[in-house]
């Protein structure tokens, strides 16, 4: 098993990443912060965050818990990512964001039109990311990447890249393998990381009629079988794939479990089985009501990724 026991991945820009992280959308403030102490203290190392989640504030006060002078971690031991959200994609915007996201501060995230549609930036993402560069020039971040970029727009930004994205973050779990737009971005020397990686149950936007991942029986089945819980087998199907994965939880059993991947190994006819499973199936589909419509928030952007097949 090639990826067995193996905790990091090496990013193109030589930092390690830990292949397990914890998800912090939808956490809610007031729960957070506990939820990053307990997973710090189990053995995390990796904590996924956004301007956008509004509680990037709490976060810190978290790791400021175990990061400081005489403190049991050193602020290289603990892999942070944080997220750029769209209204601040203009290049004269994106040093303050970073600032903003490194002193935790909040802001408004989704200024709204008189008909309910959000007020988003439409700069080229070309020259957002050159912007981003320099966010890397000045030392105030070590790495770059990219999220909910398609196979096109991750090869746009790598034609001007000074500093190569090192991620791109995506919506992946067996109901969306992502098969084709992982082996994209492999070959272009990007690493990948797995939002929503066991489905997403406690989406916003869940409607009925959709299937719940981990109550799906195939799942169940070979989680049975090899004495784990079915979520500890997509994570580590992740694993097994090379792909990030940064579950969310705010219960010190699950944020324990999920960290507990690292001791099996799927063989490959469960991995086959696993992929079997694919259903082209995005669940986080944002909606917003648009004259007394719901329709997809995002899809009238002009770079709108999900209209190309990946």
């Not at 097994?240 to 507990?260: D, H």
Request: proline share 6%; hydrophobic share 35%.
């Amino acid at each position: 098993c090639a990826m067995y026991g193996k905790t990091d991945l090496t990013l193109c820009t030589g930092q390690m990443m830990p292949m397990v992280g914890l998800g912090t959308w939808k956490s809610a403030p007031g729960q957070v912060k506990q939820a990053v102490l307990t997973a710090l203290n189990c053995g995390y190392r990796h904590i996924d965050c956004a301007a956008a989640y509004g509680n990037e504030q709490e976060v810190g006060e978290a790791l400021a818990v175990w990061i400081s002078p005489g403190k049991a971690l050193s602020r290289e031991e603990v892999f942070v990512t944080s997220k750029l959200w769209n209204t601040k994609h203009d290049p004269e915007d994106v040093e303050q964001a970073c600032r903003t996201t490194l002193t935790h501060l909040g802001e408004e995230m989704m200024p709204r039109r008189a008909d309910g549609t959000i007020c988003y930036s439409d700069v080229h993402y070309k020259d957002t990311w050159r912007a981003m560069e320099a966010l890397v020039d000045q030392g105030l971040v070590k790495a770059i990447g990219l999220s909910n970029f398609n196979a096109k727009q991750v090869d746009d930004i790598i034609s001007v890249a000074r500093h190569k994205p090192a991620v791109n973050q995506v919506e992946c779990h067996p109901y969306l393998s992502q098969t084709d737009l992982l082996q994209h971005c492999r070959s272009a020397g990007l690493s990948v990381t797995a939002y929503s990686p066991l489905g997403s149950r406690d989406r916003p936007w869940a409607s009925p009629d959709q299937p719940n991942l981990l109550e799906d029986p195939r799942l169940e089945d070979i989680a049975h079988r090899y004495q784990k819980t079915p979520a500890q087998v997509v994570l580590r199907w992740h694993i097994q794939r090379g792909v990030v994965c940064i579950p969310k939880s705010v219960t010190p059993s699950r944020i324990q479990q999920n960290l507990e991947v690292l001791d099996f190994c799927l063989s490959p006819d469960d991995m086959k089985l696993m992929e079997s499973m694919n259903r082209n199936e995005r669940l986080i589909v944002p909606t917003v009501e648009v004259n007394g419509k719901k329709v997809w928030r995002d899809s009238n952007h002009p770079y709108f990724p999900f209209h190309d097949p990946y």
